[in-house]
């Protein structure tokens, strides 16, 4: 019984380095990725910084933050910072790889403007463009407000050190002729505070916020509830006044707080883009398998929040509404599937072109 034994062992032994031997072997190895293309040099930590908490993007960010995670085998951190210039603060200093927001955060950091203009104007590229991000001034349901020329004497929100919501307030107002002299200024720390400043009665207008974001359900949900102020897409010297202050576009929103199934309401809109800050921290090899990640698992992800089902390939190859030239490394991917045409060849130099005469 104890020769049965040890014969046993040994062929066990035997066996295990027969398959020992063959692993070592380069053409019998399986790739570390488990296909057939070698696994991209990546960082093991990449940070997104986000507007605060209760916005669309970060919600809609952390559910991307998951995807990559899980996709790259990377550990993604995601903060949010309650203001513009401290959200490109982490970016430009090389302390965050992407931000995540909508179009209008790059606005005053790419162009220079207001609390940028000591800065000048910056490098920024899209990662990905998303969808549409239906945006709105929203005023208490059981509120008097029913138009936006109503804000007349009334208080609104001002963020210091964040003219992404700053900026899009003056537009909106811009829409109904009036300007910051016409209402009264009510100074709030972030994007959130200004969402809870219209819960408690604070403010009697919040603006401009998401209409998916976490901040307007909540808003939606405590008493008085929530009603967005309309913007009549007809109204075309409303959107020429509003166009010259801000990047916004007419849109019909059928869904977001308070609006019920079956209703909609003419609001403002931008797109949801994810960017990087000029092309050094994340270079060429990062962008192209972010770029990556969200192609290729948007069935997967595309039902977690109300934004992401927007985040296709044809929406990010929409140019109609883009600000900011994409990233080498999402090009090569958009080459890599045949979907980069010579038409977002000529746009993409035109916009870099414009974008580097600023810097």
């Given at each position: 019984?104890r020769?049965?034994t ?6 066990v032994?035997?066996m295990?380095?027969?398959?020992g031997i063959?692993?070592?072997?380069g053409?019998e ?5 488990g296909n057939?293309?070698?696994k991209?040099?990546?960082?093991s930590?990449?940070?997104i910084?986000?507007t605060?908490?209760g916005s ?16 790259l085998?990377?550990?993604?951190r ?9 959200r490109y603060?982490v970016l ?6 992407l ?8 606005w005053a950091?790419t162009?220079?403007?207001?609390e940028?203009s000591?800065w000048?104007?910056?490098p920024i590229?899209m ?6 991000l ?7 349901a059981?509120?008097?407000i029913e138009t936006?020329?109503?804000?007349a004497?009334k208080?609104?929100?001002?963020v210091?050190g964040m003219p992404s ?6 537009a909106?107002?811009a ?6 002299d ?11 505070a200004v969402m809870d400043?219209?819960k ?8 401009v916020i998401?209409l ?12 008085g ?5 309309p913007m009549?897409?007809?109204d075309t010297?409303?959107w020429q006044r509003l166009?010259?202050i801000?990047?916004?576009v ?12 079956g209703?909609s309401?003419q609001?403002?809109?931008?797109t ?23 192609h290729?698992?948007?069935e ?7 934004n992401l089902?927007g985040f296709?390939?044809?929406n990010?190859l929409?140019f109609?509404f883009?600000a900011?030239?994409y990233?080498p490394?999402?090009i090569k ?5 045949g979907m980069?045409?010579?038409?977002h060849?000529?746009?993409q130099a035109d ?9």
């Open positions: 019984m020769k049965l040890l014969l046993v062992m040994a062929l032994l035997i295990s380095l027969s398959v063959l692993g070592c072997g053409e190895q399986e790739p570390a990725n057939d293309e070698p991209p040099t990546l960082p930590t990449i940070v910084t986000t605060g908490l669309a993007a970060h919600g809609w960010s952390s559910v991307l933050g998951d995807t990559f995670a899980s996709q085998k990377m550990s993604v995601q903060i949010p910072h309650g203001t513009d210039v401290a603060t430009r200093d090389g302390d965050a790889e931000v995540a927001a909508s179009s209008i955060n790059g950091p162009f220079g403007l207001d940028f000591d000048g104007p910056q590229y990662v990905w463009q998303g969808s549409t239906g945006t709105g001034v929203a005023v208490k059981d509120s008097d936006m020329a109503d804000l004497g208080k609104v929100n001002f210091p919501i700053n900026r899009g307030l003056e909106h107002l829409f109904a002729g009036l300007t910051w016409d209402v009264v200024k009510v100074d709030f720390p972030s994007y959130g400043g219209l408690l009665g604070t403010v009697d207008a919040a603006g998401a998916t974001a976490a901040g307007a359900h909540d808003i939606a949900s405590a008493p509830g929530i009603k967005w102020l009549p897409a007809d010297a409303g166009s010259q801000a990047p916004y007419p849109q019909v929103a059928t869904h977001g707080a308070g609006i019920a199934e209703e309401v609001t403002s809109a931008l949801n883009n994810i960017y990087s800050y000029g092309i050094e921290v994340v270079d060429e090899v990062l962008a192209y398998h972010l770029a990556k990640v969200i290729t698992q948007w997967a992800y595309k039902d977690r929040h109300p089902p296709t390939v044809e990010a929409n109609q883009s900011y030239p990233h490394g999402t991917y958009f080459k890599e599937i980069w045409t010579a038409e060849d000529a746009w916009i870099l072109a414009a974008m580097n005469a600023r810097i």
